[in-house]
């Protein structure tokens, strides 16, 4: 079975009240229920994990082929803007990776237009609320099967 491996970057815990007219109301709990609805649809196996830690997401990136993953579904959330660590683990990894983010940071403030993840992904998917991780799955699984 493939397997995927889905990444919440610092605060996407707090969503659902985390400044609701940008992030939307749904709760980090119903996008990851959403999530597994729609993997176990596509017979792929999720392993979803949420940190406030540079560190903890460095080491789950970079343990992901050694577990077997395939793929990383990833939100960076604010490490997107200033990781040199994040996105050295995710060019190092092998892996197909997804970079996604709920708003479109390029119609947000200026220190938010900075991605120094998405020249390591394999695509970025933004600006679509809770919607852009269920496209990223889609993509990341069309492109797994293509592989
Ligand atoms: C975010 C955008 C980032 O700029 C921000 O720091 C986040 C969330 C998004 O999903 O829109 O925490 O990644």
Same mark, same amino acid.
């Given at each position: ?29 119903? @996008? ?84 120094? @993840? ?30």
């Amino acid at each position: 079975m493939r397997r995927i491996l889905v990444i919440h970057g610092p605060n996407l815990d707090l969503l659902g009240t985390r400044e609701p007219a940008i992030y939307g109301h749904l709760t980090l709990a119903s @996008i990851n229920q959403i999530l597994k609805v729609q993997a176990k649809k596509d017979k792929v196996a999720l392993v979803i994990r949420q940190s406030n830690h540079e560190g903890r997401i460095v080491d789950l990136i970079g343990r992901a082929r050694k577990n077997k993953f395939q793929g990383i579904l990833i939100n960076p959330a604010a490490y997107t803007h200033t990781s040199v660590a994040v996105r050295d683990a995710i060019a190092a990894c092998g892996l197909i990776v997804i970079e996604v983010h709920l708003s479109n940071i390029y119609s947000r403030e200026e220190f938010r237009h900075k991605s120094l @993840i998405s020249p390591v992904a394999k695509g970025t998917i933004m600006g679509f609320g809770a919607k852009s991780y269920t496209l990223g799955l889609a993509a990341i699984l069309d492109l797994i099967e293509a592989k």
